[in-house]
């Protein structure tokens, strides 16, 4: 665990306000729950103090999950603990322009969730076509990629409709991360980072995002 902090800490080290500064002037709307799947827990990110489970949406749509935020969150099933080589992969279909540009995407390597010393490696992207990859460990985030452009990332259109399918794949010494089929960006596993652990969605607030093919498979 050393070695992971400090790998992070060379990378980066961000402060979460830095990485959207817009957040305070974008009022978290609070969307009432109609209950949980069954198995899936959510939680909530901890800048979103004033907000509970209760105030955002994540519910069984087709065959898939719909997410209306509400609070930026994490949403997991507890039988996506995973370890060694595997491939976590779901389609985020942004629905409608959000105020400013608001992420969605992945997150594996989750420990301690339910509580302060929580930690998980995501990948998220966003309508204006930029990616994201951050190391949570407790209230901080170490910065991987910051946001950057990928032709392989959907933008939205007139309407704010956008699809991107993404995917990490972790192997035995490296960690893949993929949008569209088409690789953005990977790094070593030596890098220090855990991947072993929970599997889940992470969604940014105020957005509506449909999430098909969600799947976490051993390879």
């Known amino acids: 665990m050393r070695k ?12 979460l306000a830095a ?3 817009q957040a305070e002037k974008d009022q978290t709307v609070r969307v009432k729950s109609t209950g949980l799947p069954p198995g899936w827990t959510v939680r909530i990110d901890d800048k979103e103090t004033r907000y509970t489970v209760n105030d955002t949406r994540f519910e069984t749509m087709g065959s898939g999950f719909h997410v209306t935020s509400g609070p930026a969150a994490l949403y997991y099933n507890a039988k996506d603990v995973v370890s060694g080589p595997f491939t976590a992969t779901a389609s985020f279909g942004q629905r409608k322009a959000p105020t400013h540009p608001e992420a969605y995407g992945l997150f594996i390597g989750g420990t301690k969730l339910e509580t302060p010393e929580q930690q ?3 990948f998220l992207v966003r309508g204006d076509g930029k990616y994201y990859v951050a190391h949570r ?24 409709a956008a ?3 993404l995917a990490i794949q972790v192997t035995k010494d490296s960690v893949l991360l993929s949008a569209n089929s088409q690789r ?15 599997a889940g969605i992470r969604v940014n607030h105020n957005l ?3 999430i098909g093919g969600f799947s976490v498979k051993k390879d």
Do not use: I, M, R
């Open 120 to 122: 998980y490696l995501y």
């Open 4 to 15: 992971t902090v400090v790998t992070l800490a060379l990378l980066a080290a961000v402060p």
């Open 163 to 165: 699809t991107n399918v």
């Open 208 to 210: 509506d995002v449909h």
């Open 137 to 160: 460990a407790g209230k901080d985030v170490h910065t991987v990629v910051n946001w950057t452009d990928s032709p392989a990332v959907n933008k939205q259109n007139e309407a704010g």
């Open 184 to 198: 953005v960006t990977s790094f070593a596993k030596s890098a220090a980072f855990n991947t072993d652990g929970q």
């Open 19 to 21: 990485q959207q500064p």
